[in-house]
């Protein structure tokens, strides 16, 4: 058995009905609890996601922030080159010849 008797989850799996929703109009009330419903799964699917979020955080915060550290450093590298690149190819203001005008 993997619950305990005593769990609350068996407990009220094994107690009496809850009413969750009521009306005369069968296909609103199925309808209202569709989207009671859609809109819980979605609060707890969220909830799984951050608490996903949070563990692979803690367990790889160190690597992540190291990678982009060093992304970073990369992109500086390659703007700087870039930079450097560009000023050596810009024409000389003495004109073709390297005479003066």
């Given at each position: 058995m993997f619950f305990s008797p005593k769990s609350p989850l068996i407990r009220q799996a094994n107690d009496n009905a809850e009413v969750l929703l009521a009306g005369r109009d069968p296909i609103f009330v199925a309808?209202?609890?569709?989207?009671?419903?859609?809109?819980?799964?979605?609060?707890?699917?969220?909830?799984?996601?951050?608490?996903?979020?949070?563990?692979?955080w803690e367990r790889f915060a160190n690597?992540?922030?190291?990678?982009?550290?060093?992304?970073?450093?990369?992109?500086?590298?390659?703007?700087?080159?870039?930079?450097?690149?560009?000023?050596?190819?810009?024409?000389?203001?003495?004109g073709v010849f390297g005479h003066h005008a």
């Open positions: 309808q209202a609890y569709a989207e009671r419903a859609q809109h819980t799964l979605g609060a707890m699917a969220n909830n799984l996601l951050a608490k996903a979020h949070k563990m692979v690597r992540v922030i190291r990678a982009i550290s060093e992304k970073c450093a990369e992109a500086a590298f390659l703007s700087q080159d870039a930079e450097q690149k560009q000023i050596v190819s810009q024409p000389s203001p003495r």
